[in-house]
């Protein structure tokens, strides 16, 4: 019976949810809003769980002194910060600031050292001396270079490529990922619908 009710439930919530998709049904809305509603409230404690583990398990490095202990340290002083921050000044404009001139930029600096190490990653791979590996530093520069601010016509038409570049080659891997993650999830929503996996036992 333990297995059998938590099998039960989640193949009759999915079922709601999925049915909600074709069928228009003002009870079938509600219920599915509902269930949809309660997984919101789910996530966010889930969130508020790996919140409160992840300051159990630094703080516990850093009293046990384990390999690596002051970057727990930061670790656990910046998401005090931010929790701190979110609680004291919600809804007020001091939070937009806190986005905006601090979260934004750590964002815009980790996504300037991702372009470096994709391009170091291209270097490696061409010393090994393939095709692919020239192809991937060729194309990793000219993409650098066409992102410079500089008023130089070469340097435009390595922007014009470096358009053509992330408009269609890598617009249709992006969508080639996004149309097997698309499928995995539907793969898998599927096996948990005919009980073939059961993580909730």
């Known amino acids: 019976m333990k297995r059998l009710l938590p099998a039960f439930a989640a193949l ?21 809003s509902f269930l949809l509603e309660g997984a919101i409230i789910i996530g966010a404690f889930a969130m508020i769980l790996g919140l409160a ?21 930061i670790i656990l002083l910046a998401a005090l910060a931010s929790l701190l921050v979110g609680l004291l000044t919600w809804q007020r ?15 815009a600096g980790a996504g300037a050292l991702l372009a470096f190490a994709v391009v170091g990653t291209a270097v490696r791979v061409w010393r090994l001396g393939t095709w692919e590996g020239a192809a991937l530093l060729a194309v990793g520069v000219v993409v650098l270079l066409g992102s410079l601010p500089l008023d130089n016509p070469y340097f435009y038409s390595l922007a014009v490529i470096r358009d053509w570049i992330v408009s ?13 993650v698309a499928l995995g999830v539907v793969a898998t929503g599927l096996r948990l619908l005919l009980w073939v996996d059961r993580p909730y036992e």
């Open 93 to 107: 404009p001091v939070l937009g600031w806190f986005y905006r001139y601090l979260l934004f930029p750590l964002e």
């Open 12 to 32: 009759f919530a999915g079922l709601i949810v999925l049915l909600d998709f074709f069928l228009d049904n003002p009870l079938l809305d509600a219920a599915a």
């Open 53 to 73: 583990n992840l300051l159990w398990v630094h703080e516990r490095r850093i009293r046990r002194r384990e390999k690596g202990w002051p970057t727990s340290v």
């Open 168 to 180: 269609v080659p890598t617009l249709a891997a992006v969508r080639g990922i996004l149309l097997g």
